[in-house]
Nanobody, 124 residues
Framework: QLQLVESGGGLVQPGGSLRLSCTAS????????IGWFRQAPGKEREPVSCITYNSDTTYYADSVKGRFTISRDNAKNTVYLQMNNLAPEDTAVYYC?????????????????WGQGTQVTVSS
């Protein structure tokens, strides 16, 4: 069964950090572009950060630039999203998506595979 599993979410205070992981099972991520998206209650899913299959291009939403870092470790079949200096407006369910030799970092882009999401809550 081909699937993506996100982990690393949780409750953190403003200014804190979390590292999200997106791990594939049933296939390898070597030739897959990856996107991290998030969805807050009552809002549409929005792109956060994306990375090409060979890591030569990364994208960050303006709201997370300088705070979030996307990276990948193909040996571990995992893509990470390091989130620093978190703010309450970062509260959302975070999803990762994977597409073979492609990626899209805009609202409405549909990846071939999506994970089930991990909740991130930033609150004091």
């Amino acid at each position: 069964q081909l699937q993506l599993v996100e982990s690393g979410g949780g409750l953190v205070q403003p200014g804190g950090s979390l590292r999200l992981s997106c791990t594939a099972s049933g296939f390898t991520l070597d030739y897959y572009g990856i996107g991290w998206f998030r969805q807050a209650p009552g809002k549409e899913r929005e792109p956060v950060s994306c990375i090409t299959y060979n890591s030569d291009t990364t994208y960050y939403a303006d709201s997370v630039k300088g705070r979030f870092t996307i990276s990948r470790d193909n040996a571990k079949n995992t893509v990470y999203l390091q989130m620093n200096n978190l703010a309450p407006e970062d509260t959302a369910v975070y999803y990762c998506g994977a597409d073979h030799l492609a990626y899209g970092c805009y609202v409405g882009y549909e990846y071939a595979y999506w994970g089930q999401g991990t909740q991130v809550t930033v609150s004091s």
